[in-house]
């Protein structure tokens, strides 16, 4: 197995494609997302590194608080390219003035589909099944890479790639 960043094993399989250089990341409901990944609410700006893979998004977060007494937090975030609805070049004006890329996934940090189990899903092919039974929980994020329209073009190369080879799933 591979090794990338802060102590993070890929698969045995998996290989990256693509990386970002650090960059600002922006979540839909930042601060309730932020509490369900690093396990407390932190208001704050959060940066990350991330990676494409030819399993995965794959993302390192660091929040940075805003209160100064508070330390940095960091953990590894990843999603499947299944999950993403939408993507899309954007700007997002609440806390940046940055182009990035916008993506609109469907958000599984709902009790038993938190992530090793959703792997265990997605290999038997029903993912697809539980995203359309869950389109409710969707979500937003902007990563704001400098090279976003590359990111999405590998992405949407991806996406493709993948559902020509799993027609089913």
Same mark, same amino acid.
């Not at 998996?14 to 409901?29: A, R, W």
């Not at 954007?90 to 993506?103: A, C, F, I, V, W």
């Not at 997605?122 to 704001?144: A, D, F, H």
């Given at each position: ?17 693509? #990386?970002?250089?650090?960059?600002? =990341? ?7 997302? =932020?509490?369900?990944?690093? !396990? ?9 590194? /991330? ?20 330390? $940095? ?15 899309? $070049? ?8 940055? /182009? !990035?890329?916008?993506? #609109? ?19 038997? !092919? ?12 969707? /979500? ?5 890479? $400098? ?19 799993? $027609?089913?799933?």
């Amino acid at each position: 197995m591979s090794q990338i960043g802060i102590l993070k094993e890929l698969e045995e399989d998996e290989k990256i494609l693509h #990386e970002s250089s650090i960059c600002d =990341i922006e979540f839909d409901k930042q601060e309730e997302t =932020i509490r369900q990944i690093l !396990g407390e609410k932190i208001k704050g700006r959060v940066i990350c590194k /991330t990676y494409l893979t030819n399993k995965r998004i794959l993302m390192w977060l660091l929040a940075v608080p805003e209160k100064r007494d508070m330390e $940095p937090k960091s953990d590894w975030y990843s999603f499947p390219y299944e999950r993403i609805i939408k993507m899309e $070049p954007s700007k997002r004006r609440r806390h940046y003035n940055k /182009t !990035g890329l916008e993506m #609109e996934f469907i958000d599984l940090f709902v009790g038993e589909l938190f992530t090793g189990t959703e792997e265990m899903i997605s290999e038997k !092919g029903r993912l697809r099944e539980l995203i359309s039974r869950r389109k409710s929980e969707k /979500t937003k994020l902007w990563l704001y890479v $400098p090279d976003s329209q590359l990111w999405n073009l590998k992405i949407n190369e991806i996406s493709r790639e993948r559902a020509s080879k799993n $027609p089913e799933s």
